[in-house]
């Protein structure tokens, strides 16, 4: 069904596109996530700029303006994992010595928040960038995992694979990353997707609800055992530390009678 106000659609994509990227967004990277025309894209681009809900940063990517700076901080406590993806994706490159990716799941996308290039890593997904590529990347599989029927058909019917297409697995073989990311709680493409890449996602949960994947891509696809489990167990150590953050505090004297 057509948008009732396609203006107040675009303007809140646009925003939305610019928050979600955190470090700033590119005009072609913006006009790609909006869906838009560079003239339309220019029209409302205008307008927020003026209004000052988005600025220009000196490297002359779109960020958040005072204006829509001081809606996220009033909205700050429902947003409890804003600010953590720096530290956490430091500690994985760091410590694992390849490329850690976060990964914020919105209204059936897949956005990447934030990432950290290993010097001996790969690039992997831009920052800022929005896909619904679900079958050709581990944090694809755990929304399809926690997808329900209709809505896991209505993610894989309407994927946009794009130039990665020749590489998406055949059904039965996506049958079984879904079914191991449900299973096991964490998604792992064995380096049998892409060529000579490995890549490795867990799960952060905002309550019940499947808020964000922190995921890792490594060079190579022959990596020894115990190398792997402990890929494994810093993602999954990490992802435990964010939850807890998201956490409600626990007030004192609420406790036992």
């Known amino acids: 069904m057509a948008a009732s106000a396609p203006g ?9 596109a610019i ?12 006009k790609t996530a909006a869906e838009l025309s560079a003239a339309s894209l220019n029209r409302y681009l205008q307008v927020l700029l003026e209004q000052q809900y988005v600025e220009k940063d000196a490297n002359q990517q779109y960020v958040a303006g005072p204006m829509l700076f001081a809606l996220m901080q009033r909205a700050e406590h429902h947003h409890g994992l804003r600010g953590t993806s720096g530290p956490v994706l430091d500690r994985i490159s760091r410590e694992a ?20 290039v290993h010097p001996e890593g790969i690039a992997m997904q ?24 209709a809505t896991r058909r209505l993610y894989l019917e309407h994927a946009d ?16 990353y879904i079914a191991n990311a449900a299973e096991r709680g964490l998604a792992d493409d064995q380096g049998a997707i892409l060529p000579h890449i490995r890549r490795i996602a867990v ?3 905002d309550g019940e609800r499947l808020a964000a994947a922190i995921a890792v891509g490594m060079p190579g696809t022959s990596f020894d055992a115990p190398f792997i ?4 167990e810093l ?9 807890k953050l998201l956490q409600p505090p626990i007030q004192e004297g609420r406790g036992e009678a």
């Open 8 to 16: 107040l659609s675009s303007g809140l994509r646009i925003m939305e």
């Open 126 to 149: 831009q920052t800022g960038e929005i896909r619904t590529d679900y079958p050709l990347h581990p944090w694809g599989f755990l929304l399809l995992a926690h997808a329900d029927e």
């Open 229 to 232: 489990h402990r890929i494994y």
């Open 97 to 116: 010595g390849c490329t850690a990716l976060w990964i914020d799941y919105r209204h059936g996308r897949m956005s990447c928040r934030d990432k950290r």
């Open 161 to 176: 694979n794009g130039a990665l297409a020749r590489y998406r697995p055949d059904a039965e073989a996506l049958d079984r």
């Open 235 to 243: 993602l999954q150590d990490e992802a435990a530390q964010v939850m």
């Open 19 to 30: 928050v979600e990227s955190e470090s700033g967004i590119g005009f072609n990277q913006l």
């Open 203 to 205: 799960p952060v949960y």
